[in-house]
């Protein structure tokens, strides 16, 4: 199933930088407020966390942008 969520993002290791770049800007804002809602943005985190060759590095910082967007979830008015 990983290998499947991998080919459907189009994402590699080598790309994955800018994904989370960009998913990491977005929720820096309140993803509440995007015209795309938080299950987007957590569906994007998803997909990016299936990406085949995900370091170390990437894995922590998509956790915590995982752990970000679950949060602000729970804890929306």
Do not use: C
Not at 4 to 19: C, I, Q
Not at 68 to 76: E, L, P
Request: charged share 20%; no cysteine.
């Amino acid at each position: 199933m990983t290998q499947a969520l991998s080919a459907l993002t189009g994402l590699t290791p080598r790309n994955l930088d800018s994904e989370i770049e960009h998913l990491e800007r977005v929720l820096a804002k309140d993803a509440a407020n995007s015209l795309f809602g938080r299950t987007y943005w957590r569906n994007r985190v998803v997909k990016a966390r299936a990406t085949l060759g995900v370091g170390p590095s990437q894995g922590s910082r998509l956790e915590r942008l995982l752990f970000r967007v679950t949060n602000q979830a729970t804890h929306a008015g």
